[in-house]
């Protein structure tokens, strides 16, 4: 009889795990059974399938492949690999040759006659921790791990096949065999294999984490005497099994091995006085304040610095702080610390160089067919007002003006897209925007603004220089421009004007024959006088006639 199946309650009780009449006690496989080794303690037994829904695996393609915990637990925070499927695991037999006993190895037989070292002693490559079916519901487990809905009992097969890919014969009778899960031996109770066959295996082996493996990496017991706190590099003086985090918004989370302390610093306070020359600060948030000796503007989150009601900005290079307008000053009123920052008015400096360029503004809208414009030399808001611009100066028409896009031509009159002037124009065309308008030194005299869609709307814009002091004056100036040029006056009001005709008429005005403009003008003339046609006079005044 090959099987002792007398013996074998009180052998597995000594701590054997196979009995066969061919080995005496002294010769029998030791292993665990009741004081059982960390490594066969399965830690991640909460996590192995309990249902055929669960075990992808069942045939040759999926030989090796590997069931992770997520497959039970979707939501696992870190996941970890539970069981390995095994199909048709060619066996090696015990190293008496008989055939009734097999091992589970790493490494398959050479050969049909290939044998394991000794049958004493656990084998070094030997595979341990196979799954059974106690781990699954009871409706699933008659299924075995070849089915098409998998189980956990294991299939065997006897066959003179050299690969599991050229097995022909049908599973082996499970009466004929006993599989221990826990060791991976295989015993035959009858029927043992012929000479020139060898014995296959399909199973599930679990390959989660142990008692043992999460002793040896700490994630288990440990003590903490192997814990070193260190501030910058410098270990602290006893060794820790505990560390506490203090302060603001410190969570820790993870139901796992692995733990995540999270440090939110919004909100936090940071003291920038207490900091020496040369040291950096850096505060690890959205919103971050960083501070170095490297020489490179860096942004820094105010909010982090000062009190919500008085900042809520960002403070960065070449940008604009957006603050109320009430003083605030930190930590306090002394320019001769790091710390100090004042800012009275929300300022942004590039904003306020381009705005200085520019002469006027005219704000520009819409009502009763025409342009409504105010601003410089506007009293309120007028309705197309004729405007007075200047060479070489910057203007900007905000324009706010639904459905009348805004438009600059040579030419009077409705819109004329081969008249539009767009020499120094930016944004012609808007109806909501700014249109900037640097007047060029080659500008024509007189331009129109009009609107593209109805006539009407607009007026004339006239374009002047100005001298270096930005006036016209001076009597040289004026009338050396004016030489061999005609002029006409309507009115001419002036403190002095002093004449020099040297050769030219007086024409009178239509009906009048008064040399001025009331009886009681007089005029001096001085040298000879040549008249034509008749005079008529009232006194002379001294002198010769």
Known sequence: ????????????????????????????????????????????????????????????????????????????????NVLKYHYRKKLKQAADGQREVYYFTTSDPSSVSDTVTSDQLIEADQQTNFVS??????GDSPNNTESSTPGYKVVVYKDTASSAGSISSSPADPSHYVFDFKTGVLTWVSNAPA????????????????????????????????????????????????????????????????????????GSTLDIDSQTDGTGITVEATDKLILSDAGTEKKINVSQLFDS??????????????????????????????????????????????????????????????????????????????????????YRFAVNASGHPFRIQTTTGAYDASNQYTDGLTNLGTQSGNVEFNVQFDAPDTLYYVCQSHSGMGAAIHIINKDKAGLISGSAQVVSSLVGQNISVGELTATKVVTNIVSQSISLATGSNIFGDEQSDTHQITGSLALTGSFSFTEIDGGNF
């Open 1 to 80: 009889m090959a099987y002792n199946t007398s013996n074998r309650s009180e052998r597995l009780l000594q701590g054997r795990r196979f009995t066969t009449d061919n080995l005496s006690l002294t010769q029998e496989a030791f292993t665990d059974v009741f004081d059982l080794g960390a490594g066969e303690i399965f830690t991640d037994d909460g996590l192995i399938p309990t249902g055929s829904t669960q075990l992808a695996y069942s045939g040759s393609s999926q030989n090796g492949g590997i069931v992770s915990g997520s497959v039970v637990n979707p939501s696992i925070e870190t996941d970890v």
């Open 133 to 138: 079916p106690k781990y699954i519901i009871a």
């Open 195 to 266: 000479a020139n066959q060898f014995v296959y295996i399909t199973a599930y082996q679990y390959v989660g984490r142990t008692l043992r493996s999460q002793i040896d990496d700490g994630s288990i017991g440990g003590g903490g005497s192997d814990l070193t706190i260190q501030e910058e590099g410098s270990s602290l003086s006893t060794a820790a099994t505990t560390i506490n985090f203090v302060g603001n918004a410190v969570t820790a989370t993870g139901n796992g091995a692995t733990k995540t302390i999270t440090i939110n610093t919004a």
């Open 309 to 394: 009601a008085d900042f809520d900005t960002e403070v960065a290079a070449n940008s604009a702080v957006a603050a109320n307008t009430a003083k605030v000053t930190y930590p306090t009123a002394d320019s001769t610390k790091v710390g100090y920052l004042t800012v009275t008015q929300a300022v942004d400096l590039d904003s306020v160089e381009a705005e200085a360029t520019r002469t006027s503004i005219w704000n520009v809208g819409a009502a009763g067919g025409k342009y409504t414009f105010s601003g410089p030399g506007l009293s309120g808001t007028e309705n197309a007002p004729t405007l007075y611009l200047m060479r070489g100066e910057k």
